[in-house]
């Protein structure tokens, strides 16, 4: 269930992604190779010392997104709150 929530935060993200303008490149792009990440932990098992670190970097996003990009944010916040609740 936890991982089913979890690709569901990812849907969730994507979607605000592909509504980034072309000005936006630079952010699409990381949010791209989030994503990529992301997706790629939810495949194999979701418990590596490589989660641990994705997860720092989704609070590092959050930081540096929630003025500038707020519905960025939120979905980050969900995908980390969906992470935490997995316990990871």
Do not use: C
């Not at 980034?20 to 418990?47: F, H, P, R, W």
């Not at 996003?61 to 992470?83: C, D």
Request: hydrophobic share 40%; net charge negative.
């Amino acid at each position: 269930m936890a991982k089913e929530n979890l690709k569901k935060s990812i849907r969730k993200l994507r979607a605000e992604v592909e509504q980034l303008d072309a000005q936006k490149s630079g952010v699409k792009t990381q949010m791209e190779a989030l994503l990529g990440e992301l997706e790629e932990e939810v495949n194999n098992s979701g418990k590596s010392d490589r989660t641990e670190r994705l997860t720092e970097k989704v609070k590092a996003f959050i930081a540096e997104y929630e003025v500038k990009h707020p519905s960025l944010a939120t979905a980050l916040e969900e995908i980390l709150w969906t992470l935490s609740n997995m316990g990871i």
